[in-house]
């Protein structure tokens, strides 16, 4: 058997080490530290358009205290984009509200500016009150039309939590996804650009919002000499050790950032010739996913009647992990109460989508094993 060929692996840089060395030296091994601050600089610093980080312990923490501080309560309406991982969503229920799901357009798969703003008519309609806050999601690195959404957004006077767990270096009109709205998310999980072994990262605009994020994720204690609360708090901080990494890693995120982005390339490339089988590319120059995961889309009738699944358990049998995309969050069983706005688009690419592996430690003879797995498969 081959060497197995993994979806999106964690790749240190080598300067990891280091910034934990210096926690155990300095007896920095607390939640908070040095190398806290160190990493949240140099977010913002990557980010620009003056943005104040604060890191946490997950992506998922991050949207839930965006979502806190957006003022979100028991019973408000928060619209979400429905083509997403659970963890955009979940937050919105921890807050005892209600999702609200909106469908994505064909040519980024994320939120649709067409059916946010019918959604965001049909509420008010029927409830006398506009949602709460609008999660759009960029998925597998891919930014949503943002000019569009902000416009709906401004218009109804509605705030943006951007779920950018998967888009950290991608660009929209140049600017960094995550510098769009209110607040922004990141997540440094284990398979995402770069890594914290776990941690995530909430992106403000203003060092007040900055400030307040961590009074919430440190339990909101009030300034007195005891321990006084005025609002329920969290405990999201992320620890020194975790930040140590995360520093050695903001080290090489442009080189993993360009190494996704050619390993995108090469699949473009491989799968060129093959009719039922269309990498998904950014459809305009206003556009630059990070390509975090480089996907496709499967048309069994030009494959030999080969689905996106099928070729999924082939690829096993080769030894290579690929994934479903992300099943929509109003097909999802336990959100299946909430209302969805949309016309079926994100059930439809979820039917012919596949991730394949895109790690940036893959050399091109993996990514060429797999496109020619691919195309051996289909060709039967
Ligand atoms: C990974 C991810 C999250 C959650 O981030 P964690 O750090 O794992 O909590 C949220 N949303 C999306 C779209 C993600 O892919």
Redo the contacts with the bound molecule.
């Keep these: 058997m081959q060497e197995r060929i993994w979806l999106s692996l964690a790749q240190m840089g080598g300067g990891e080490q280091k910034y934990i060395q210096e926690a155990f030296d300095t007896n920095w091994v607390v939640p908070l530290g040095p190398n806290v601050n160190g990493f949240e600089n140099d977010i913002a610093k990557f980010l620009g358009e003056d943005s104040h980080v604060v890191a946490l312990s997950?992506?998922?923490a991050a949207?839930h205290l965006g979502l806190v501080q957006l003022g979100i309560e028991a019973g408000d309406e928060v619209i979400c984009q429905s083509f997403?991982?659970a963890?955009?969503a979940n937050p919105i229920k921890y807050l005892g509200a209600n999702p609200i799901f909106v469908d994505s357009e064909e040519d980024t798969w994320n939120l649709s500016p067409e059916w946010l703003e019918k959604a965001i008519l049909d509420r008010k309609a029927k409830t006398g009150k506009s949602p709460k806050a609008i999660i759009p999601?960029y998925l597998y690195g891919m930014p949503a039309k943002m000019d569009e959404i902000c416009a709906i957004a401004t218009k109804y006077d509605i705030p943006i939590m951007e779920?950018a767990?998967?888009a950290m270096g991608s660009t929209y009109k140049g600017r960094q996804c995550g510098t769009f709205g209110e607040f922004g998310a990141l997540?440094?999980?284990g398979n995402?650009m770069i890594t914290t072994s776990g941690?995530?990262a909430l992106i403000c605009r203003t060092e007040e919002g900055a400030k307040r994020t961590m009074f919430f994720a440190t339990q909101a204690r009030e300034n007195r000499p005891y321990y006084y609360h005025e609002h329920i708090g969290y405990n999201y901080r992320m620890s020194n050790i975790c930040a140590g990494i995360g520093r050695g890693q903001m080290e090489v995120l442009e080189e993993h950032i360009a190494r996704r982005r050619a390993i995108h390339t090469l699949y473009t490339e491989q799968l060129a010739e093959c009719q039922g089988i269309s990498v998904k590319q950014n459809p305009s120059t206003d556009f630059d996913s990070n390509f975090w995961l480089t996907c496709i889309e499967v048309d069994p009738t030009l494959c030999n009647g080969k689905s996106a699944d099928d070729i999924r358990l082939y690829l096993e049998t080769q030894n290579i992990e690929s994934r479903l995309l992300w099943r929509p969050m109003h097909t999802q069983p336990i959100f299946a109460d909430c209302p969805y706005y949309g016309d079926g688009v994100s059930e439809r690419i979820f039917e012919r989508g596949l991730c394949l592996p895109s790690g940036s430690s893959l050399s091109d003879e993996q990514i060429i094993r797999v496109a020619n797995a691919i195309k051996q498969f289909i060709s039967e």
């Design positions: 997950a992506g998922t949207i997403t991982f963890a955009s999601v779920d767990a998967e997540s440094f999980n995402k941690g995530g």
